[in-house]
């Protein structure tokens, strides 16, 4: 069996970045959803490549860096862009971020994506809190020996924390922003889905589907990180719209809904996350 992936060179550099500031929440940043990063204070940003362990992005719409600040009066660490099993990365390359950041401290993680719409109400734009997921990718980043801190069977009842997930739609509510609830289904990709399999999709219960942030939530439980998601329905499954699917209309989408996702972001900081 292979050995797994050594975190603690990864920990090291950023410890000596951070200077002794401890980050109390860790943010995932989907495709063209960076904004969220102007609104952070007292900035330090570190491109993927300067960092042991991370590889550079090869997907347009994440930047590929890594933005330490505070946001809302909290010390944050978040990644603009993150890795993908579709480019070729391992489940432990694609969730060796979201270790190191727990090794760091982090009590709660924030993850966001960019979703395909398999709720049939479902419209470009809307914001949907994750309730729960379904693993299609059939990975685990588990797999393997047991790495210190992290547990070998973690309960997965409710991988999304429900006070989070309040906190959210109260910060929501607030602002006059509109916030669904659903359930996530993450697959492999990189080719979008064909209508059949979206129609397989609704029947097991999936309301979004993307090709990421299910395997960081497993890893985040593991060190017991209480975590919160949410998808930024982009565009309808196929076979639901009519359009044909394109990564630009992703992008263009996640801009425009950018700044309201990221006030309930901030909020939810703000909060205590």
């Known amino acids: 069996m292979p050995d797994r992936p050594d975190i603690a060179p990864t920990v090291a550099f950023l410890r000596s970045q951070l200077s002794g500031r401890t980050p109390a929440v860790g943010i995932v ?22 960092i042991p362990g991370f590889y550079g992005s090869t997907v347009v719409g994440h930047k590929g860096e890594l933005v330490m600040g505070r946001l809302a009066e909290v010390e944050v660490i978040a990644q603009s862009g993150r890795f993908h099993l579709y480019e070729g990365h391992a489940a432990d390359t694609v969730t060796l971020p979201v270790r190191a950041f727990a090794e760091l401290g982090i009590d709660s993680l924030i993850v966001t994506n960019a979703a395909g719409g398999v709720r049939r109400t479902f419209r470009p734009g809307t914001l949907m809190v994750i309730a729960d997921h379904i693993n299609l990718t059939f990975r685990n980043p588990l797999f393997g020996s047991v790495l210190e801190g992290e547990e070998r069977f973690p309960d997965m009842s409710d991988p999304y924390d429900a006070r989070l997930r309040e906190t959210a739609h109260r910060v929501a509510a607030t602002h006059g922003i509109p916030l669904a609830d659903g359930v996530y289904a993450g697959l492999l990709g990189p080719s979008y889905e064909t209508p059949a399999e979206v129609r397989m999709l609704e029947r097991l219960g999936a309301d979004a589907v993307g090709m990421s942030t299910v395997l960081e939530v497993v890893a985040a439980r593991a060190r017991g990180v209480r975590c919160l998601g949410i998808s930024t329905i982009t565009n309808p499954a196929a076979g639901i719209g009519h359009e044909a699917l394109d990564h630009a209309d992703v992008l263009e989408v996640g801009k425009r809904v950018a700044d309201s996702l990221a006030t309930i972001i901030e909020g939810v900081v703000g909060e205590g996350a």
């Not at 959803?33 to 007292?42: A, N, Q």
């Open 29 to 50: 940043l989907g495709s063209g959803l960076g904004g969220l990063v102007s609104r952070m204070t007292d900035r330090l940003t570190i491109p993927y490549g300067d």
